[in-house]
């Protein structure tokens, strides 16, 4: 009598171990995209929330300008320097804050505030001095703070109501109307960029120039 033995051949064999294989290549595959794709966006997301909170630190502050009509009480000065093809911006004023930058010194409401750009090799940050109680006579002073990371462009503009600026000095003696703050983040390539860009519009000053008419005035009186 013949019996039919059961099981696989040689053959069945390795068309199943080929199958196997060749879905374990495309699941590791798939698996790789995935984690690249979720690895990108992690990264887009870090650097957006970096410009964007760059952004809120500086537009906050410059809505909490502090205004005098005693010019010597108030200040806004704005810098650029030319570095190949960027333009590096360099922006201190007086800003009224409640958050006290040292917890156990006294300090009034009245801080000196200046954000620049960093670079030192491989590290890129948009930093921020804040200076309690500052005074005009002596050395710049305060504490600095890294705000934020993979800052590749911090450039600031002025509109005096005819045209855009890129500095403005500290003879101006008066506001701009318009400031502009334009924000570059990128973290490892072009696809991890972010852009942040604002403008704060100041409204009426009690800054304002002396006209040359004015200063003969005052000289026959």
């Known amino acids: 009598m013949y019996v039919k033995k059961s099981g696989f051949t040689l053959v069945e064999v390795l068309l199943a171990s080929m199958i196997g294989a060749f879905v374990a290549l495309v699941a590791v595959g798939t698996l790789r995209a995935i984690s690249a794709s979720a690895e990108m966006i992690e990264n887009n997301i870090s650097t957006s929330s970096e ?22 009480k108030a200040k806004l000065v704005g810098l650029a320097q030319e570095t190949g093809r960027d333009v590096v911006s360099c922006l201190s004023f007086y800003t009224v804050g409640r958050t006290k930058a040292r917890i156990d010194q006294p300090e009034g409401d009245v801080y000196e505030v200046e954000y620049y750009l960093l670079k030192e090799q491989e590290k890129r940050a948009l930093m921020r001095r804040m200076w309690p109680n500052p005074d005009k006579d002596a050395p710049p002073g305060g504490i600095m703070t890294a705000i934020a990371e993979y800052i590749d462009v911090f450039q600031v503009r002025y509109f005096d109501g005819e045209d855009w600026q890129l500095e403005w000095p500290e003879d101006m003696k008066s506001l701009p109307e318009l400031v502009e703050v334009t924000i570059v983040a990128t973290r490892r390539s072009r696809t991890d960029t972010a852009i942040e860009s604002f403008i704060v519009n100041f409204p009426r000053s009690p800054w304002r120039k002396v006209s040359i008419s004015e200063d003969t005035e005052r000289e026959e009186e």
């Open 51 to 72: 410009a964007r909170f760059a952004s809120k630190v500086i537009a906050r502050d410059l809505l909490n300008l502090y205004r005098d009509t005693d010019l010597e």
